[in-house]
C-alpha cells in the first residue's frame, strides 16, 4: 500500500507519475489530503531542500522533485477546502523590469513552495506597477524580487517606492535578491530582507513571518 | 621602464607580471565613445575586443526568420531547417545582447534535429578581420579570440536549450544530452588549431558556468577535460587560455586549480560571489586573475568605490598577474564615476605600495 514516506521518496527522486500514482493510492486509502500534502510532499521538498543547501543535490534534481511536488499538489489542492487549506504565508515574487534571469526566482519560488508557502510567480520582467497590482491582488505576507543585474537592480528601489506611495508597505514583507545583490542595497532601499540563494530565501520568509 | 602603453601594461600582468600599476579594462561594448572614455583611456584604460577568429557555417541548414510582437516587446522568431526537421528559437534584442524566450529545443522530438545542427557546422578561419582591426586599434585595446562554450555549457546556455530544460532533460533524457555533447565535443576540436593558430595571442574557452546547475563532479569530468586539451593545443603554440567564471567559484575551486588555464577572466569577487580575491588567489596562485569589478559595488557612493578597490587589492600579498576589469553592464547613470573611482583606487594603491610595482625608469 501506498504509504506518505513513498510519496516523499518519490519526490525527492523526481518522479513526477509515480508520485500522482501514490498520491491517488493514498487518498483511495481514505488518507487525509492534508497529511498527504504536509508528510508526503512538503516533507520531500524539505528533504530536498536539505541536500540542495548542503550541497548534496544541484538545481536540476531540484527541478525535477519540484515538479514532482506540483503533480502531486495538483490532485489534492481541489480536495481541500481553502479553510483546511493553510500555507504558511502567501508570497508574489518576480524578477524586476528589465531584466529576463529566470532560474534563481524560480529556484526560490520552488523551495517557498516546497516549505508550505503559496507562491504566486509573476515571472520576469515585471515592473513597479505590476508588483503594486499584485499584491492588491494577492494580498500576499511576503513580495519577493530578484535582478541579476546591476542595471536593473535600481527598479528593485523603485518598486519599493511606488509600494510605499500606494499605501501598501505595512501589509507586505519585501525580500530581494540575485548575484549583484547585497544585505547593504537591501538595507539602503528599504527592503526587510536579503538572502543570498533559495535555502536562505525560505529561512528569511519563515523568520519574517514569525 | 618606459612609460606603458594601456595594452603593454594587460599584457605585462597577463603573463603574471605587472606593471607601474594594476592595469584597468573594459570590454568595447560596455563603454560608449565619449569624453570620459577618452579620459580614461589617456589614464590608462584598456578596451578589450573580442572578435572571432573563425567563421561558422552550416551548410545543410537553412536559416529564416520574422518578426514577433508579443507582450509589448519587437522579438524574432528565427528557424533552422534542416533535412531532418525544423526547430525555432524566438529572441529579442536588447542593448548590446540578446535575450532568449524561446530555445531551439521544445520537445525531444528536436533532438536529432539539434544533433544534425552541430554535426554541420563548418568552421573557416578568419585572422584577416581580427589582424587588421588589432592593427588598426593600436595601443588602446587587447584582442582576445574565443572557442566558444564550453560542450556541455553550450547546451546550458547556448541558443539550443535554455538552462531549465536542460535541468529536466539531464534528469529525464541524459543519454541524448550526451550526444549532444558528445558531437559538440568533437567538433571543438577542430576549432582548437584554428583558434591556435591565429593571431590572438590569448582566447577564452566558455564560461558562465554556475556550480549550482551542474554540481563539482560534473565540472570536474565534462568541462576540465576540454579545458586541458584545448590548453595543450594553445600552448604549443605559445598562446594562453582563460575562461570566463563569474559566478560562485568556491564549489568548484580545486577542479579550476587543476586545469591547465593560464587565466580566469570574470572572477568576480565578493560581495557579488562566495569567494575573496584573496581567497582566488590562494586557491589558484599560478593563476592569472583578469576580475570583474563587484557590479554591487559601482552603486555605491565614489569614495567607496574607489576604497573597494583599494581593499580589493590589499588582500593581495604581491599584485603580479592581476588585472581589474569591467565584464558587466553598469547602470547608464553610474558608468563615468564607478570607472573613474576605480581607477583612481588602482592608482593610489600603487603609490601607496610602490614596492609591489615595477618602476617606471
Not at chain 1, 500576499?140 to 528601489?157: E, F, K, V, W
Not at chain 2, 589582424?131 to 574565443?146: L, M
Not at chain 2, 564607478?338 to 583606487?345: D, E, K, L, P
Request: hydrophobic letters at 40%; charged letters at 20%; one cysteine or more.
Amino acid at each position: 500500500m501506498a504509504t506518505l514516506k513513498a510519496i516523499a521518496t518519490a519526490v525527492i527522486s523526481g518522479k513526477a507519475v509515480e508520485v500522482s500514482r501514490l498520491v491517488e493510492e493514498c487518498l483511495a486509502a481514505g488518507i487525509k489530503p492534508t497529511d498527504i500534502i504536509n508528510n508526503g510532499l512538503v516533507s520531500g521538498m524539505e528533504t530536498i531542500a536539505e541536500r540542495f543547501k548542503n550541497n548534496d543535490i544541484y538545481i536540476p534534481e531540484v527541478f525535477v522533485a519540484a515538479r514532482a511536488m506540483t503533480a502531486g499538489l495538483s490532485i489534492v489542492k481541489p480536495l481541500i477546502s481553502a479553510s483546511d487549506l493553510q500555507p504558511v504565508g502567501k508570497v508574489v515574487i518576480g524578477t524586476v523590469k528589465g531584466d529576463l534571469h529566470d532560474i534563481g526566482k524560480k529556484l526560490v519560488a520552488m523551495m517557498l513552495e516546497g516549505a508550505g508557502f503559496a507562491v504566486i510567480d509573476l515571472g520576469v520582467d515585471i515592473s513597479p506597477e505590476r508588483f503594486v497590482s499584485a499584491i492588491k491582488e494577492h494580498q500576499p505576507h511576503l513580495l519577493g524580487m530578484s535582478s541579476l543585474l546591476t542595471t536593473t537592480m535600481p527598479n528593485m528601489a523603485q518598486t519599493i517606492k511606488l509600494i510605499v506611495e500606494s499605501g501598501l508597505r505595512d501589509q507586505v514583507k519585501i525580500i530581494i535578491g540575485g548575484a549583484p545583490v547585497t544585505e547593504a542595497y537591501s538595507n539602503e532601499i528599504g527592503a526587510d530582507g536579503y538572502a543570498a540563494d533559495a535555502g536562505s530565501a525560505v529561512d528569511l520568509a519563515k523568520a519574517l513571518l514569525n | 621602464m618606459a612609460t606603458l602603453t594601456p595594452r603593454k601594461r594587460v599584457e605585462l600582468a597577463l603573463y603574471g607580471s605587472q606593471g607601474d600599476r594594476v592595469p584597468f579594462t573594459m570590454y568595447d561594448n560596455m563603454i560608449p565613445q565619449c569624453q570620459t572614455e577618452r579620459e580614461l583611456r589617456n589614464r590608462g584604460l584598456c578596451i578589450v575586443m573580442r572578435p572571432s577568429v573563425f567563421s561558422i557555417h552550416r551548410p545543410n541548414v537553412k536559416v529564416y526568420s520574422e518578426p514577433v510582437y508579443q507582450d509589448g516587446h519587437n522579438m524574432v522568431r528565427t528557424y533552422y531547417e534542416t533535412p531532418v526537421g525544423t526547430v525555432n528559437a524566438l529572441s529579442e534584442r536588447v542593448s548590446f545582447t540578446s535575450w532568449l524566450h524561446e530555445p531551439m529545443f521544445k520537445t525531444p522530438n528536436d533532438y536529432k534535429v539539434l544533433l544534425f545542427m552541430i554535426s554541420d557546422e563548418v568552421y573557416k578561419p578568419n585572422y584577416e578581420a581580427f589582424a587588421r582591426s588589432q592593427a588598426h586599434f593600436g595601443e588602446d585595446a587587447i584582442f582576445r579570440a574565443s572557442f566558444g562554450l564550453e560542450p556541455l555549457q553550450t547546451l546550458i546556455s547556448g541558443n539550443y536549450l535554455n538552462t531549465e530544460a536542460f535541468c529536466i532533460e539531464w534528469m529525464e533524457n541524459r543519454d541524448e544530452i550526451l550526444k549532444l555533447y558528445d558531437a559538440i565535443v568533437e567538433k571543438r576540436r577542430q576549432v582548437y588549431p584554428i583558434v591556435a593558430e591565429s593571431p590572438a595571442s590569448h582566447a577564452n574557452y566558455g564560461g558562465n558556468v554556475v556550480p549550482e546547475i551542474i554540481g563539482k563532479e560534473v565540472f570536474r569530468d565534462y568541462y576540465v577535460p576540454h579545458y586541458n586539451e584545448a590548453a595543450e593545443v594553445m600552448h604549443k603554440h605559445g598562446k594562453l587560455i582563460g575562461c570566463h567564471f563569474d559566478a560562485n567559484c568556491k564549489a568548484i575551486a580545486d577542479s579550476i586549480a587543476d586545469t591547465a588555464l593560464d587565466y580566469i577572466e570574470a572572477f568576480t569577487p565578493h560581495p557579488d560571489t562566495d569567494m575573496t580575491l584573496g581567497e582566488a588567489r590562494q586557491a589558484w596562485p599560478d593563476k592569472v586573475l583578469w576580475l570583474n569589478f563587484p557590479s554591487s559595488v559601482h552603486l555605491r557612493p565614489d569614495d567607496e568605490i574607489e576604497e573597494t578597490t583599494i581593499s580589493l587589492l590589499d588582500q593581495l600579498s604581491n599584485v603580479s598577474g592581476i588585472i581589474m576589469g569591467i565584464t558587466e553592464d553598469i547602470p547608464q547613470d553610474r558608468w563615468q564615476k564607478s570607472c573613474t573611482a576605480i581607477m583612481n583606487g588602482l592608482d593610489n594603491h600603487a603609490q601607496y605600495h610602490p614596492e609591489l610595482y615595477a618602476r617606471p625608469k
